[in-house]
């Protein structure tokens, strides 16, 4: 059985890796496929499922392929912006993305609602937040949550009304570990890109690639995996790393998922490969954002 956390101070269990089913929703994934990974998730342990309302066919998928099984898994999602017409992170655009991910996911309650990536002087008139806590009240999402990175994640953070939050976390990319998670212990926190967007499959910089960043970073931090290979330890560092509670690893290959599961069922890195990373942090590190 993949190990399970309590889920910050909320009353939920997540499994230590989740998965995120944004490629889930992509249009040259079959059904067959999307079926296969979603199923075999919850076979292998999984207890998270994580979505947004902009991952494409994400959501209908989790309905279609898991809506027998609802029960199983946590469902977190994500919205606020984009939606029906609706102005952009208004109550309108929050609530209705509610509705339209409890109808496709055939759920009767998000367990976990991200506002997703909502800006910061968003977040300060405080509107949202009443509206999310308004949804928990009335039963239809479990547990208020924000998804993003540096500034507006730490406003949500020090403002007290978000029983969540997920955001990026990997070798490449501790900011918000070190400088914020750390300080504020009871949230849930889904950490992701755990494996920094594998830039280790690139032997030349793969400019333009959203693993363009995380490459450069691994030539300045000059890492050495060890024994190990690349994504083992990427993925065992994060889902590891004090104050994540899980780690969402994107893919619709059931062979990844079960690597995944493999590899974080080892437990935590070595304290020598911790204090090797550690320090190559401290070197040249310490002043990088985190990526949004």
């Not at 989790?62 to 994500?78: A, C, N, P, Q, Y």
């Not at 606020?80 to 102005?87: A, D, K, L, S, V």
Request: hydrophobic share 40%; net charge negative.
């Amino acid at each position: 059985m993949l190990e399970r956390r309590p889920f910050g101070s909320t009353d939920l269990n997540v499994s230590i890796v989740g998965l995120g089913a944004g490629q889930i929703g992509e249009s040259d994934v079959t059904e067959a496929e999307a079926s296969e990974v979603l199923n075999g998730a919850l076979d292998l342990g999984i207890t998270l499922i994580d979505t947004a309302a902009s991952y494409g066919l994400s959501e209908e998928r989790i309905g279609r392929h898991l809506g027998r099984r609802r029960d199983e898994f946590v469902l977190s999602t994500k919205g606020g912006h984009g939606i029906n017409g609706e102005p952009d992170w208004s109550s309108g655009s929050v609530l209705w993305s509610i509705e339209r991910s409890l109808r496709l996911t055939r759920s009767e309650r998000i367990d976990i609602f991200f506002l997703h990536s909502c800006p910061v002087e968003i977040l300060r008139r405080g509107e949202l937040q009443e509206t999310l806590d308004e949804a928990v009240a009335v039963g239809k999402i479990g547990v208020a949550g924000y998804s993003g990175d540096n500034e507006p994640l730490a406003f949500a953070l020090e403002s007290g009304r978000f029983g969540a939050v997920e955001t990026s976390v990997n070798i490449a990319d501790q900011r918000n570990l070190r400088n914020l998670l750390s300080h504020y212990p009871g949230p849930g926190v889904i950490a992701k890109r755990p494996i920094a967007n594998a830039p280790w499959r690139f032997r030349e910089r793969p400019t333009g690639h959203y693993a363009d960043l995380y490459w450069q970073r691994l030539q300045l931090l000059d890492l050495d995996p060890g024994e190990l290979d690349w994504a083992e330890l990427a993925l065992r560092f994060t889902v590891y790393a004090p104050g994540v509670h899980t780690a969402i690893a994107g893919t619709a290959k059931l062979d990844h998922l079960r690597r995944n599961v493999s590899a974080s069922s080892r437990g935590p890195l070595p304290a020598a490969t911790l204090e090797g990373i550690d320090r190559a942090w401290r070197r040249v590190g310490s002043d990088w954002p985190a990526s949004t």
